[in-house]
């Protein structure tokens, strides 16, 4: 391990090498230079940093992060209010919102069950999701959790605990991304997407 | 380009994508993360990294970085303050004294002369070296800069401009690194690690 001449240094290197991906190395490159900047510049950055952490609000409708106690999306009065997109974080929103295809609105679940990580229902906004879903003016709920074992076991969760005659129930569509070659997809998304398949032209 | 559906969010983005390394995605996955964290965790990052910033201190002798006016190895008395070894920057220091090898003194450069990128013989802690070397007590520089067209350049301004008779100027050893394999080192290497061959036994 690097010996580092300087404590305010050593400190601002063990601060860094806390966040992800960033190791002891990546984080003194990171400190060097800044001390090479203006003092003013990085005391925004600090700044900044410490005002998001502080002040950020989340939307108290769908949970997405936001500016104001109810998000820009929820607020729109231009988007569709019958339908929710259940995800799991903020970037599966603005994923979505990336493709402008999707005009309804979100319900951020803030993780998925992961016996393992130890998120269990109760630490996902899920009972505010099922209180959304008491209002009949929503008509369709659409399930976007990722496809593994514990996005599976979330969307059955939740599937399991909605108690409403007549909403309709999606998942995004699994098969071969656009692009893709048959030959090199694996068998699991192959044999879905034969399964799942649609009529032509639709 | 990704939007971000909040003001706070998007400059944390901003700031941190400024970092060297740090594209707008990794920003992106670093804030989010933050949002995760608790407020005074992420309070003392941004306190350390301001604190960084304005309050780091070089060394009055030798430009490394330091707590005090004189860092502790310019302090230690313990060390030869007879021989100088010169580096473009405070990493270097660090390497150096990892290698448990050396126990003179250091400079630290501040950089190395790049018509390209602007830097003169000026912006360099060059005069403060010369003046370093009006003292008799030095008997030694070492130069410790890399092997690259600035690097030589630079090394060779600084021989030019020693003007001190009996004072002995030596260069770190270029060659074969420990380990490496004859048949794959490059030519230059190779070729300069037979030219500048040592005493077998030494």
Redesign the interface.
């Known amino acids: 391990m690097?010996?580092?001449?300087?404590?305010?240094?050593e400190?601002?290197v063990e601060?860094?090498s806390?966040?992800?991906?960033i190791g002891r190395r990546?984080a003194?490159?990171?400190?060097?230079?800044?001390?090479k900047?203006e003092?003013e510049?990085?005391?925004?950055?600090?700044?900044?940093?410490?005002?998001?952490?502080?002040?950020?609000?989340y939307c108290s409708q769908c949970f997405?992060?936001?500016?104001d106690l109810v998000?820009?999306?929820c607020a729109d009065p231009g988007r569709d209010h019958s339908v929710l997109c259940v995800v799991q974080?903020?970037?599966d929103?603005?994923?979505i919102?990336?493709t402008g295809q999707y005009r309804g609105l979100y319900h951020v679940l803030g993780g998925i069950i992961s016996p393992l990580e130890g998120i269990a229902p109760g630490d996902l906004h899920i009972e505010e999701l099922l209180d959304r879903l008491q209002n009949n003016s929503v008509n369709e709920v659409i399930m976007a959790l990722n496809s593994s074992v514990e996005g599976d076991t979330t969307t059955f969760y939740i599937f399991r605990r909605i108690d409403r005659p007549g909403l309709n129930i999606t998942t995004i569509a699994r098969g071969i991304a656009v692009g893709d070659e048959l030959e090199y997809t694996d068998e699991i998304t192959l044999g879905r997407s034969i399964l799942n398949r649609i009529p032509y032209g639709k």
């Open positions: 690097i010996r580092i001449p300087s404590m305010l240094l400190q601002a601060e860094l806390r966040l992800p991906g990546t003194l490159r990171l400190s060097l230079w800044m001390l900047q003092p510049n990085i005391k925004r950055l600090g700044e900044t940093l410490i005002r998001l952490s502080s002040e950020a609000v997405n992060i936001s500016d998000c820009s999306i974080d903020v970037r929103v603005m994923a919102e990336q």
